[in-house]
């Protein structure tokens, strides 16, 4: 099973920052790879595919980069209503795998 | 509007069985590919499985293999999970995804079914 390791866990940061979220896949996954942003008590958004294609009405403050193992998100002016979990996904292979979640909270 | 609405969860004894639908509304669901992913309380999302738009390809991860059961009903517009010798740690909550394309992954979470498996 290929393995996602997302960095860092969680993160502080202030309200009009920018913050990056990296991902590691433990082998090459090309750029089958997307990002989703969950609140809680709320279901995932899907915020990327194909590693830097944003879904149909994401905001463009929110963007993606990398392939083969080493993947980025980026979010920008960072708002209160950014402040939540994000996830990383590999859809290269089954099984799918997940990181295991980035905490950003407000500083 | 798309939606998808998931139900059927609720408590159950371990060993016990449930069965979970995903209703689709506003797309037609022949056309997608669909997954299960849950999330156990206070866990991160772990994919369950993946039925194909037309069924031909079905996938599960390792711990549910020979347990769970992925479906669909096109003419029906719902996708289910047929859950049996359900263990402890199978309590989460149960979100069906909707894959835009294969080369695009999910595009698109239901609201999620909560299933607790306790005596």
């Known amino acids: 099973d290929i393995q996602m390791t997302q960095s860092p866990s969680s993160l502080s940061a202030s309200v009009g920052d920018r913050v990056t979220i990296t991902c590691r896949a433990s082998q090459g996954i090309t750029n089958y790879l997307a990002w989703f942003q969950q609140k809680p008590g709320k279901a995932p958004k899907s915020l990327i595919y194909a590693a830097s294609s944003l879904q149909s009405g994401v905001p463009s403050k929110f963007s993606g980069s990398g392939s083969g193992t080493d993947f980025t998100l980026t979010i920008s002016s960072l708002q209160p209503e950014d402040f939540a979990t994000y996830y990383c996904q590999q859809y290269n292979s089954y099984p799918y795998t997940f990181g295991q979640g980035t905490k950003l909270e407000i500083k | 509007e798309v939606q998808l609405v998931e139900s059927g969860g609720g408590l159950v004894k371990p060993g016990g069985s449930l069965r979970l639908s995903c209703a689709a509304s506003?797309?037609?669901?022949?056309?997608?590919?669909m997954n299960w992913v849950r999330q156990a309380p206070g866990k991160g999302l772990e994919w369950v499985s993946f039925?194909?738009?037309?069924?031909?390809?079905?996938y599960y991860t390792d711990s549910v293999k020979g347990r769970f059961t992925i479906s669909r009903d096109n003419a029906k517009n719902s996708l289910y999970l047929q859950m049996n010798s359900l263990r402890a740690e199978d309590t989460a909550v149960y979100y069906c995804a909707r894959v835009r394309a294969w080369t695009d992954g999910i595009d698109f979470w239901g609201q999620g079914t909560l299933v607790t498996v306790s005596s």
């Open positions: 039925t194909s738009s037309s069924s031909t390809y079905i």
């Open positions: 506003g797309f037609t669901l022949s056309s997608y590919s």
